[in-house]
């Protein structure tokens, strides 16, 4: 049985997946002996903060159609039930990542990681999009793709500077 989503709970899962994504650099900025590297991750961190924002911003230009509720929901736990889906999809942010980090992790290690949970994250995304029907905002689930995407050329290219030093 397939369940529809509007656009509005795509972006509330991916301004918690954003959230993670945040927690997941912070922890691992906690997890550095060098105060360069607690500071880089930390820069990471503010990243996703900002990315989050973006995502919230993005919501608020969603219209009430695309609002519009696609299950009925009388004990509000939709909201639980899209927070779950967000921690549970296995990229950006994942709470399960985040406890494997052990601090013996280099910053390409970090990096590298961080790079394939983005690519998680574009497809589940990709996956959503086609659980939205048109008329609740399916082609505003290609502006959180596009800024994932966004997100893996960052990273990349944190990568070759990291392999550098």
Do not use: C, W
């Not at 900002?50 to 969603?62: G, L, Y």
């Amino acid at each position: 049985m397939a369940y529809d989503f509007n656009a509005a709970e795509v972006f509330d899962m991916a301004i918690q997946i954003e959230a993670n994504g945040a927690a997941f650099y912070r922890k691992a900025a906690g997890l550095q002996k060098e105060s360069s590297d607690q500071h880089f991750l930390e820069t990471i961190a503010l990243m996703e903060d900002r990315h989050k924002a973006d995502f919230e911003e993005m919501k608020k230009q969603v219209s009430d159609l695309e609002k519009s509720p696609t299950v009925f929901d009388p004990d509000d736990e939709l909201t639980l039930y899209l927070k779950a889906m967000a921690d549970a999809h296995g990229g950006e942010g994942s709470p399960d990542v985040l406890e494997m980090l052990t601090g013996r992790e280099t910053m390409a290690d970090i990096i590298r990681i961080a790079i394939g949970l983005e690519k998680e994250s574009i497809l589940f995304y990709l996956g959503l999009k086609d659980m939205v029907p048109p008329k609740l905002g399916r082609d505003r689930i290609n502006g959180i793709i596009e800024e994932e995407k966004k997100h893996v050329a960052q990273l990349s290219g944190f990568l070759k500077k990291a392999k550098k030093i």
